[in-house]
């Protein structure tokens, strides 16, 4: 089955640097791949996700880019705000598997 | 407002103690599910259901049971609690089970002693 590993599990950065979060994947046959963000006391949110048929998504300050050759995706926050401080889940799923999930990356942006 | 909600938001319980956690979605989903949250282990499913009496486990589902009698409720049954279910767990709702966006409730956090 699919087995997603993140990268790095905490990272802090200075506010206004960028942060970047990695996620490979084994599973060939993925082909969704979405991020999540938790707040401290909250549930999981949706930030962002791709699509196998493309390479790269921007919303904003967050960036998402997916290489399927080498199976591996990446989250790319800029301008770092001390509200992006949160845990982020990268997730990977194809049509006929459920969703998997990274462990999970605490971020903290340092004021 | 569309929203899954979970009741308890916490629970201290002894081991062997039956409980229920409660999950309801208002948003007509069909596809529902449980995850619990462990440091270092990410998000783990226990079981989900593709719709009203279709329930399937997951990757994590001993010493839990589920039910699907509506549409909108999905709760969780620990029979026997043992200290290792101790963990943040969290429903979840979705049009489709893969490939779309989950909206996950704010938790449950449950010790076991």
């Known amino acids: 089955g699919e087995n997603v590993e993140q990268h790095p599990s905490t990272l802090s950065v200075q506010e206004g640097d960028s942060a970047v979060i990695k996620c490979t994947y084994s599973?060939?046959?993925?082909?969704?791949f979405p991020w999540y963000k938790q707040e401290l006391g909250k549930g999981p949110q949706l930030i962002i996700d791709?699509?196998?048929?493309?390479g790269e998504k921007k919303d904003q300050r967050i960036a998402v880019t997916l290489n399927k050759t080498a199976k591996h995706f990446s989250l790319h926050i800029t301008e770092t705000q001390p509200e992006d401080s949160a845990v982020y889940f990268c997730?990977?799923?194809?049509?006929?598997?459920?969703?998997?999930f990274g462990a999970g990356t605490r971020l903290t942006v340092k004021p | 407002e569309a929203q899954v909600t979970q009741n308890p938001r916490y629970l201290i319980t002894v081991t062997g103690k039956k409980l229920t956690v409660t999950c309801s979605q208002n948003?007509?989903?069909?596809?529902m599910s449980w995850y619990r949250q462990d440091p270092g282990l990410g998000l783990r499913q226990i079981y989900y259901?593709?719709?009203?009496?279709?329930?399937d486990k997951g990757d994590v589902p001993e010493g839990y049971k589920v039910s699907r009698k509506e549409k909108r409720n999905f709760p969780l049954i620990l029979e026997s609690p043992s200290p290792n279910q101790t963990s943040l767990y969290f429903c979840?709702?979705?049009?489709?089970?893969?490939?779309?966006?989950?909206?996950f409730g704010p938790g449950t956090r449950l010790t076991v002693t």
């Open positions: 979840a709702s979705s049009f489709y089970r893969v490939s779309g966006e989950q909206y």
């Open positions: 599973d060939s046959a993925s082909n969704y």
């Open positions: 791709i699509r196998s048929n493309v």
């Open positions: 997730a990977a799923s194809d049509n006929n598997n459920d969703m998997r």
């Open positions: 948003m007509n989903h069909e596809y």
């Open positions: 259901s593709m719709n009203v009496e279709v329930t």
